[in-house]
């Protein structure tokens, strides 16, 4: 190993097999332009402390800068023996500029370089999904003033509950994704402290402005201890902790979208660009897209349980182990990036049957809660109304009829309260769309609550 960047101390040359089993360039090589940026804050820094001189800190930006180029270009050539992004870059500064490239890792180690590229590439990466998430925000809301008139099953158990707006179910998903933003920025807001000049693990005996390079970067300060910066990866569990959170939303969104489109439920339509057919049946349209977002949830959720994994054994500082934390990081970064890139098209491009939903709308007494509650406004206290209003579902059962089948004189005998005054209060809460209508709490379901989501949503 006498000819790597610590072969000082070697006599004889490390096996293929340990440089191949070592090697991390294969999956950190993408880290390339969060290195240089390091890089070029602390060349910045030390310049500015006398640790270099300005020629020497301007030659390291043009070929901090060149190299970048390269990389960005394909033309950059990797090799295992060089191990990660970090030994690349700087041996090819080195072989560039000579001296003055031997002079960049001045008080800064591997260990406080890694972990500043990680928080850089994770401050990225918040934004950019943030970014996505709004886009599917989007979606969802420019739907919602065409669905709001069209009343839909609200389900609860996949069973036939209480009537709702179809916009009331899209805005549903604009307060999860909503929610999933807030932690993103939470992630972001706790990361943003800078790493760099940790060094190994216990600062430098050299005069290096830790505030300076934390400022370059944006950092709001630099990190207070450094053994907990080296083994600090608090921030990359809470990133993919989000994303695990946005792809378990991902994947309701998509099992409940799979089993609308179904036969059986026939609420929705999903556009023709993203259904697939089946290699035998002639008739199938097949919802693959929603089906893989629901799967590739998997993956993310099994990152974040490998980084945890990953962290819990580990002494403070740096362990090797730690190099393992990247493959999970970008995977579940990609897919959850693939997801939200695919959604807002399925989401804006799918329609609503509106036929079939309206054909079927008063099958399952969807209206009985709200009956329920006209008995409650009546005077017949909670649980008996519940009560009466059962029994009249199981008399609709027995003759097959809906609840505006029955007769005035069926409600009065199953309670006279109904009826008092006339029956026409009562019939004006029976049947799906009067039930709908009739929602008026906060945040609920009816016409006029959902159109009150929609205009602050809009507004947003
Ligand atoms: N490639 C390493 C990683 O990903 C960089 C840090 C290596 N540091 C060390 N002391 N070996 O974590």
Known sequence: SPGKAWGGRFEGGTDPRVEAFTE??????????????????????????????????????????????????????????????????????????????RKLHTARSRNDQVSTDLKLFVRESCETV?????????????????????????????????????????????????????????CRARLNECPLGAAALAGTTLPIDRD???????????AANSLDVSSDRDFLA????????TATHLSQWAEEW???????????????????????MPQKRNPDVPELIRGKSARVVGALMQVMVLLKGLPTAY???????????????????????????????????RERIAARLEDGFLDATALMEYAIRSGVPMRTAHGVIGKLVALCEQSSRRLADLTDAEFAEADERLVKGGSEGLRGVLGA????????????????????????????
């Open 24 to 101: 991390s360039i294969s999956f950190d090589a993408r880290l390339a332009p969060h290195d240089v940026t390091g890089s070029k804050a602390h060349a910045t820094m030390l310049a500015e402390v006398g640790l270099l001189t300005d020629d020497e800190r301007d030659a390291i930006h043009d070929g901090l800068d060149a190299i970048l180029a390269e990389i960005r270009a394909g033309k950059f050539p990797f090799r295992t023996e060089l191990e990660d992004v970090h030994m690349h870059i700087e041996s090819a500064l080195t072989e560039r500029i000579g001296d003055a490239g």
């Open 212 to 222: 300076r390079t934390a400022a370059l970067m944006h950092f709001d300060r630099p």
């Open 258 to 280: 799979v089993v609308w489109f179904s036969t059986e439920f026939g609420i929705l339509s999903l556009p023709d660009a993203y259904t697939t057919g089946s290699s035998i």
């Open 130 to 186: 943030d970014g996505l998430l709004q886009d599917l925000q989007r979606a969802f809301v420019g739907r919602c003033e065409g669905d709001l008139d069209v009343v839909i099953p609200g389900f609860t158990h996949l069973q036939r509950a209480m009537p709702v707006s179809a916009s009331h179910s899209w805005l549903c998903w604009v307060e999860k994704l909503d929610r999933d933003r807030g932690r993103l920025r939470d």
């Open 319 to 353: 362990n090797r182990d730690l190099q393992e934390d990247k493959s999970p990081l970008f995977d579940a970064h990609d897919t959850v990036v693939a997801c939200l890139e695919l959604m807002p098209q399925i989401v804006a491009g799918a329609t609503l049957n």
């Open 433 to 460: 769309a009067n039930a709908a209508a009739a929602l008026k709490s906060y945040g609920g379901g009816g016409r006029e609550q959902v159109a009150a989501q929609i205009a602050r949503w809009q507004k947003r």
């Open 238 to 245: 809470e990133y993919l902790f989000a994303l695990s959170l």
